[in-house]
């Protein structure tokens, strides 16, 4: 039986290397996309204490005029798991879904050809790419797309079995994602005798029926609870749909080379994007030399998603979000995380005709396994990028300071807190300081107007900050320019609810004493508002 798996799945460890390389250099686990930590980790906690009995628990945000429906998994299974431990449920979700991504990619390959080798390879690769779209810190819908792909192909009779797992795969899969699920009927280059057209409406009719009913808060909030801060929102509304800039950022989508819009190219953005840059370069034009009309139509369906996620930067589609502006209630651009699926049936075809791409495809994984340990390692240990008091970011050890902010907690009890930029408001919750700000998918455009008075004379000082908060919005973020003159407006901050304030820096303002100072890789400072 062992041997068997190991005919079949030689590279199924595989997935798990990026555990033992960030344990070996690092002594912990390291994960690397920075909006779960500062953001999607500290809803999910919040969400813990909730399901534990703390009905209250969203109050600690925005001086508590966020309500816990306005979080989008407050009814998805996967959350009440989160009654645990938020650091050991992230890890043991990670797991369970690479796990699962594998596997079902695999039982979706093994549709297409047989080679046992090359399977495992291209279902590790799909296992691996999934840190792109945000791992299952969302849920489960990528993880188990492959599947609902294998339902909708290869099974010519549904039986009562699959439908409960649709279902399940629905509750807990996120609507920004969730969404575009009907666009599996384009997977058209999957040719199968199975497929039925019947099957494929009762399927979509199961998922979306409990996709919606999931989110059946959110619904909720936007009809009683509007104007939301994204009524707002503007996107790309400098760019001209037939400039140069409109191809230039559709190039740049297609091949993930954001890390060349980087003043520093030696950035996260280099050891994130880089795997997924290389396969592209590599496998995009692999295509003139396999000569397989279902790869021209997958790159096809890639060019057209890449050109909607371009379309939507632009101030074309703001005209169209003005006129119908409910779109700006969910991400559109989350459609381009369906090429994850897409690119990994790329590989199918070509290595079923061309085996030697085999080791670039290795190198690849490879480089997905250990590139969230790159950046961390360079600025600790390579003299040419090594930063004083460097401390890695991409832990939860490292990012939430436990120690330095338990011991603000103490000082501050229940009072409201307001931090400067760049001390991470999504920090102090996490230690459980009441705050007035933060990173936020969906709050009152109320407040998003009470705290501009805050943040205002020192974003007139800083565009790019003012440009972000107006047109963005969902960083409610009070950042300084100059410590030594802040425009801050502290009094009105004290209307808002705040008495203290966290700095990396000292802030010399009349309006404010300092409290406490302390140091530990970094130093943060706590002041109390006059």
Known sequence: MVRKFFYEHPFFFLIFFSYIFSFLLFGKLT???IDKLDHQIVYNNILGKFYRGDWNAANIFLNGEFKIYYLARLLKPFSLLYIFNAEFIYWFQD??????????????????????????????????????????????????????????????????????????????????????????????????????????????????????LSHINLIYALVYDGPFHRIEMLRGS????????????????????????????????????????????????SIIIVKEKKLFLIFLFILIINLIETFINTKQYQYITNVIPYLKLFNIGFIKNYLIFLLSIMLLFILKKKKFFFYPLFFIILLFQTNSSLIPYAKNNISYFKVKDYRNYYTFDGYYLKNTYSKIKNIVKEDRVMSIVWADPM?????????????????????????????????????????????????????????????????????????YVISKEIIYSNNLYKVAEFKDKETIHLFKIK
């Open 31 to 33: 994960l690397f996309y």
């Open 95 to 212: 797991l369970l879904g690479r796990i699962l991504a594998y596997f079902l990619f695999y039982i979706l390959s093994k549709k297409i050809f047989k080679n046992f080798f090359l399977l495992s390879l291209s279902s590790a690769f799909y296992a691996s790419s999934l840190e792109l779209v945000e791992g299952t810190i969302h849920g489960y819908f990528f993880t188990c797309l492959p599947y609902l792909v294998y339902l909708i192909f290869f099974k010519s009779k549904l039986k009562t079995k699959h439908f409960f797992i649709v279902v399940i795969i629905s509750l807990n899969s996120e609507i920004n994602t969730g969404i575009f699920f009907f666009i599996t009927f384009l997977f058209f280059f999957i040719k199968s005798k199975y497929f039925s057209l019947k099957n494929f409406f009762l399927i979509l009719f199961f998922f979306y029926f409990f996709l919606f």
């Open 238 to 285: 400098e760019i001209n749909f037939f400039s140069e800039k409109f191809l230039t950022n559709f190039f740049i989508n297609l091949f993930s080379a954001y890390f060349f819009l980087q003043k520093n190219i030696f950035s996260y953005s280099l050891a994130y994007f880089l795997p997924i840059f290389i396969y592209k370069v590599i496998f995009f034009f």
């Open 427 to 499: 920090v102090a919750v996490m230690s459980g300081i009441n705050v007035v700000d933060g990173y936020h998918n969906l709050y009152p455009l109320s407040y998003k107007k009470k705290f501009y008075k805050v943040i205002e004379k020192e974003l007139d000082q800083d565009p790019f900050f003012k440009d972000y908060y107006l047109t963005w919005g969902s960083r409610v973020y009070a950042p300084i320019r100059d410590f030594k003159n802040p425009k801050i407006n502290f009094l009105e901050a004290k209307k808002l609810g705040v008495k």
